[in-house]
């Protein structure tokens, strides 16, 4: 495949929770995805979630697509048996690294070239049963973690450590791979900066029983309130460079940078039709509740 060899990053951001999809929007998108994607997200119970991940199956086409340089009819996704979407059918792009992750009201994806990576993304919610709630969780932080969430004097401010920190493990732990069976207790974060804003910082690091881990670069933000974390080793001996289209270069970021919000319009420019129009889809989804609360409600009015 023709290219540079650079390390430039893609960081993407999509509001799914603010996103209404009308009937053509919706076809089209399922135009856009495999076949199998399309029924697969025609399952989910609550449109939020047949939302989220419809955009993040989207924005990884576009971004295989675009960066890569592969026309987008071309790409073809498949799953590793830990559920880990990959590029299949193609020997020559091994080295490009992405991932997605859909919580609270925004998709994200992060993708780069000579490296592996995990992404996750958390929203700072807010819970009246934080005692109890961190009791349930206290196996899956280490102590030092733990006498640092409780450090704040308001709740509010322990349980932005609390998610901050669950989300450094969780973009750990997709950027390997492994599923829900790894031992996130296991973890050690050690943040310098308490406090993170809009401005991506990079100053985390990890320790694994003990053992520090230099190879790993964590880079985080927050996205209204939500925290992004972005898990990057770019010392895999396995990956030996990515080729780049040059038409994308403007769109990229060298080595980390703040993730882009992307509208409707963004993630669908460029797309092409998999298959034809299919109005089911549509069917199948609108009649649906947004989430539990809408179909809780809707469900007591009909009581």
């Known amino acids: 495949m023709a290219g540079r060899h650079v390390r430039m990053s893609v960081r993407w951001a999509f509001n799914f929770r603010a996103w209404a999809p009308s009937a053509e929007d919706w076809t089209v ?71 997605v992750s859909h919580q609270g009201d925004y998709a994200v994806l992060a993708a780069q070239g000579n490296c592996i990576l995990g992404v996750d993304v958390m929203k700072l919610e807010t819970r009246t049963d934080v005692d109890s709630f961190f009791e349930t969780m206290r196996r899956q932080f280490t102590a030092e973690e733990w006498m640092l969430i409780r450090s704040p004097t308001t709740d509010k401010e322990r349980l932005k450590l609390f998610f901050r920190l669950w989300c450094l493990k ?34 985390t690091t990890l320790k694994i029983a003990g053992t520090p881990m230099p190879d790993w670069t964590f880079e985080e933000q927050l996205l209204g309130d939500h925290s992004i974390a972005v898990a990057v080793n770019e010392n895999d001996k396995t990956r030996l460079g990515c080729p780049v289209n040059k038409n994308m270069e403007e769109g990229l970021l060298s ?31 609108h009649v649906k509740a947004e989430d539990p609360s809408q179909w809780k409600s809707k469900k007591a009015q009909t009581s």
Do not use: H
Not at 176 to 182: D, R, S
Not at 259 to 285: A, C, G, Y
């Open 29 to 99: 998108c399922n135009q856009c995805v495999q076949p199998e994607e399309a029924q697969r997200i025609s399952k989910f119970v609550f449109k939020k979630d047949a939302k989220s991940s419809m955009i993040g199956r989207l924005m990884i086409r576009k971004v295989i697509s675009e960066y890569l340089n592969i026309p987008f009819k071309e790409v073809t996704l498949a799953r590793s048996e830990k559920g880990k979407p990959y590029i299949a059918d193609r020997t020559d792009v091994d080295n490009f690294s992405f991932n």
């Open 170 to 203: 969780e973009s750990y732990v997709k950027a390997l791979g492994v599923g829900i069976g790894f031992e996130v207790g296991r973890l050690n974060f050690n943040l310098p900066t308490l406090n993170i804003d809009s401005s991506v910082i990079s100053d």
């Open 255 to 285: 080595a980390g940078g703040e993730f882009k919000v992307l509208d409707f319009r963004d993630v669908i420019k460029n797309v092409q039709s998999l298959s034809e129009p299919d109005m089911s889809f549509w069917e199948n989804f």
